[in-house]
């Protein structure tokens, strides 16, 4: 009786341990956020407003050395606008706060505005009064987060604490994930997150729900990846402590590179960055023609995609 009781005890076990199934409605499938955007050759990052009456994006040249924000609204996907603070220097990836007054970003604008030479990559916000007002001049978010180092990719929870990636010699990494905790005045200093987040390998590009309960981002070249960088999803245990992250599966990535992950927990919507490409060899009847098929559907430098799933 003992032994049956230990088998069953084992066996019990095992099934709780396996990782649970992500919810992917079968008949949906990832598609590029819209086709009026084949028009760029190189976009990332991605935000939304939970109403989803505002979007915006990075529009980069296809070797980076230019680096824009933009913005549409009402899904007119083919009336983007540069927002108007993204002058000579390098703009991107955008996290509107939940009430849509703050938009925070990644730059390399000079952190003293006496200086015109570029600085590392700092994060900093603009803000607004509502969704009709203009954008202020950007704002450094301050020397308790941002250091001589490069930080990138903000991304918030409704208590304002903050996520971004850090290249720092102090991590485990070359970039790591990092947290500051916000007390109502001010940020803590960053704090790494444990190694069941981050590893000696590359972690980027963290996209945290706003319950702070769900971290999404990217791996890159992991053992249990399907090649260059694909995304991963880690929950929050009930002892407030960080779950081991699990692979997004094959559903969304692919052998090539994703990063910037976005979730809409009211549309049940995944956006998400990718480099894939679907080319394979064809004769073509003209040079439109040509032109078309190398940056249609999923051809092209990189694009946005989205998937519906329950996360």
């Known amino acids: 009786m003992k032994n049956i009781l230990m088998l069953l005890f084992s066996f019990l076990c095992f099934f709780q341990a396996q990782p649970q199934e992500l919810s992917v409605n079968q008949k949906q499938i990832v598609a590029v956020v819209h086709s009026d955007l084949n028009k760029f050759q190189n976009l990332r990052d991605f935000c939304i407003a939970p109403n989803e009456k505002e979007a915006f994006f990075t ?3 296809p070797n980076q050395e230019l680096s824009k924000i933009v913005c549409v609204k009402n899904k007119k996907w083919d009336n983007p606008v540069i927002l108007p603070f993204c002058d000579g220097y390098s703009y991107l990836e955008p996290f509107l706060s939940s009430d849509g007054t703050r938009l925070y970003f990644a730059s390399d604008r000079p952190k003293d505005k006496s200086e015109t030479l570029k600085s590392d990559f700092d994060i900093w916000f603009v803000e607004r009064k509502d969704k009709n007002s203009e954008w202020s001049t950007p704002i450094n978010i301050g020397s308790a987060v941002n250091s001589k180092n490069d930080e990138f990719y903000p991304t918030l929870s409704d208590n304002n604490n ?8 102090l991590g485990l990494g070359k970039d ?12 803590s200093k960053p704090i ?11 972690e980027f590009n963290a996209f ?4 702070e309960n769900l971290l999404i ?12 960088g694909d995304l991963y999803m880690a929950k929050r245990g009930i002892d407030g402590e960080w779950q081991a992250a699990e692979n997004l599966s094959n559903t969304i990535n692919s052998k090539y590179m994703e990063y910037c992950p976005f979730y809409n927990n009211e549309t049940n919507t995944l956006y998400f960055t990718s480099k894939r490409s679907n080319l394979a060899p064809k004769s073509f009847q003209n040079i439109q023609q040509y032109q078309e098929y190398i940056t249609s559907g999923e051809n ?12």
């Open 59 to 61: 529009i980069q040249s």
């Open 217 to 228: 981002y990217t791996k890159y070249n992991a053992k249990d990846g399907f090649g260059s």
């Open 176 to 187: 790591d994930i990092y947290y500051c905790q916000w007390n109502g005045a001010n940020y």
């Open 208 to 211: 945290i729900s706003k319950d």
């Open 162 to 169: 903050l996520y971004f990636t850090k290249d720092s010699k």
């Open 300 to 311: 092209g430098l990189s694009k946005i995609y989205k998937i519906k799933i329950k996360l």
């Open 192 to 202: 790494l997150l444990s190694t069941n987040i981050n590893s000696e390998g590359y």
